[in-house]
């Protein structure tokens, strides 16, 4: 089976501090591709950042940037200088499969 | 402007009603997707259509039909609604398959039924 584990509980963070969400997943495909995505309170589904399973460096985006270690299966998502905007949850996503970890809840406080 | 909208974004309906979500997108992609998230924040994948064929078809109930009359569009129709269908319902779309490709989702449908 292919899945997406995300095991934080909720995380408070401090405004300007980097935040590290973790990812692992299991699949058996060789090609596939991880996305980070953000739901903030309205709901929203926001497209943040895509690592290939064959690319060489690790993705980054702006603020974002992902810490993909493909023998251990995970693929980290790493927020810096967190602001107040940033509280949401946060899903890691293998598309080979559709499938979503269940999130991770992120508040940032000033 | 907007790429994958879907209506209603509300929809509060009694037990055993019939009801359906449009979905549209203006991007040109080729597959489109249901998702549910559920109260939990579980989303979990419901169908995708590929060119307004149906390519996956997760373990749904039959209540739930999707129809795609062209492939910028995925309707969900819902029969005889359960409580346990309340949830917000997501369309996405994406360029042909998903490997490598980015899901642009609407902005949801919170449905509750009562």
């Known amino acids: 089976a292919q899945k997406i584990t995300q095991t934080q509980p909720g995380m408070f963070v401090q405004e300007k501090e980097a935040v590290t969400l973790d990812c692992t997943y299991d699949?058996?495909?060789?090609?596939?591709?991880l996305f980070w995505y953000k739901q903030p309170s309205s709901g929203e589904m926001i497209f943040l950042i895509y690592?290939?399973?064959?690319?060489?460096q690790n993705a980054t985006e702006g603020r974002y940037s992902l810490n993909f270690q493909k023998a251990r299966k995970s693929a980290n998502l790493v927020i810096s200088a967190s602001q107040l905007g940033d509280s949401a949850m946060y899903f890691c996503?293998?598309?080979?499969?559709?499938?979503f970890g269940k999130g991770n809840q992120v508040v940032v406080i000033p | 402007d907007t790429a994958v909208s879907q209506t209603p974004k509300y929809l509060v309906t009694q037990m055993g009603n019939d009801k359906s979500i449009k979905c549209e997108q203006n991007?040109?992609?080729?597959?489109m997707y249901w998702y549910k998230q559920d109260s939990k924040k579980f989303l979990k994948i419901m169908f995708s259509?590929?060119?307004?064929?149906?390519?996956i078809n997760e373990t749904v109930p039959n209540r739930f039909s999707p129809k795609s009359p062209d492939k910028a569009h995925l309707n969900l129709h819902i029969n005889s609604l359960e409580l346990g269908d309340s949830a917000v319902y997501f369309c996405?779309?994406?360029?042909?398959?998903?490997?490598?490709?980015?899901?642009?989702f609407g902005e949801g449908s919170w449905l509750t039924v009562v």
């Open positions: 991007l040109g992609h080729d597959t």
């Open positions: 996405a779309s994406s360029p042909a398959g998903t490997a490598g490709n980015t899901i642009y």
């Open positions: 699949t058996s495909d060789q090609s596939y591709g």
């Open positions: 690592q290939g399973s064959y690319d060489e």
């Open positions: 996503a293998l598309h080979n499969r559709l499938a």
């Open positions: 259509y590929n060119n307004k064929e149906l390519i």
